[in-house]
């Protein structure tokens, strides 16, 4: 399958600070890209879907400001998570697909602690 | 909301086959079943897909029902390392919109016993 890369893998920052999460896909040009969340013990939740060239589409209930999306290439989304806080500590993954035809394939998630 | 219902947990003994349900009952006549599994503290990884007939990969087998309204996931010899939570997966195609969606419900969580 293709392959989807996350970077970094684990960040530790402090609260107040803003963290940015790349994903990218290394042998394919991702139309679309997504990205998940997922709490301990609970499985992934989507937050938006990012389309290259265009704004992102969140979901219900997860801010824009808070967690800000850019698209600017086929091969690569960013995940900006500003001031983050405790409770933004997480596991983000980021999937992407060359088409509405085809599946998802998933980046390897990167873990977030906000001390 | 998951449009799927999976039992939480089940177990299998290594090198027998293992059958994951899922109830779909819901299901529209144009949208696919996905079946992904997450391994700890990883990505979810494809595994197999289908629309109504039967679908076959190196990895598993899919069973859909007639009605569509449930399927089963069969790894055939399971291993220790098939250790996951499998997630079965209705795609939704958002009106007006060309992407698709790919909602997680709970999942099983599958343990393959040495």
């Known amino acids: 399958g293709a392959v989807v890369s996350q970077h970094p893998s684990w960040v530790i920052c402090k609260s107040g600070t803003s963290v940015k999460i790349e994903c990218r896909s290394l042998?394919?040009?991702?139309?679309?890209m997504f990205w998940y969340r997922q709490f301990p013990k609970q499985s992934l939740m989507l937050m938006a879907t990012?389309?290259?060239?265009?704004?992102?589409?969140?979901e219900q209930g997860v801010e824009k400001d808070k967690f800000l999306i850019n698209h600017a290439s086929l091969t690569l989304s960013t995940l900006t998570v500003t001031s983050a806080h405790p409770e933004d500590s997480s596991f983000y993954i980021c999937s992407a697909t060359l088409s509405s035809y085809n599946e998802q394939f998933f980046g390897p998630g990167t873990r977030l602690t906000v001390l | 909301d998951a449009k799927t219902t999976q039992p939480p947990s089940m177990d299998c003994a290594e090198g027998r086959a293992a059958n994951l349900p899922c109830n779909h009952s819901t299901i529209s006549g144009n949208e696919y079943v996905y079946w992904y599994r997450q391994i700890h503290s990883q990505g979810p990884q494809y595994i197999i897909h289908?629309?109504?007939n039967n679908e076959t990969n190196e990895m598993a087998s899919l069973i859909i029902t007639e009605d569509r309204k449930s399927s089963t996931l069969i790894l055939p010899h399971a291993t220790l390392r098939d250790t996951a939570v499998y997630y079965c997966?209705?795609?939704?195609?958002?009106?007006?919109?060309?992407?698709?969606?790919?909602?997680f419900g709970s999942g099983t969580r599958l343990l393959v016993r040495p």
């Open positions: 990012s389309n290259e060239g265009s704004k992102a589409t969140y």
């Open positions: 997966i209705v795609r939704v195609h958002p009106v007006m919109d060309s992407s698709y969606k790919l909602i």
């Open positions: 042998d394919f040009q991702a139309t679309t």
């Open positions: 289908g629309l109504k």
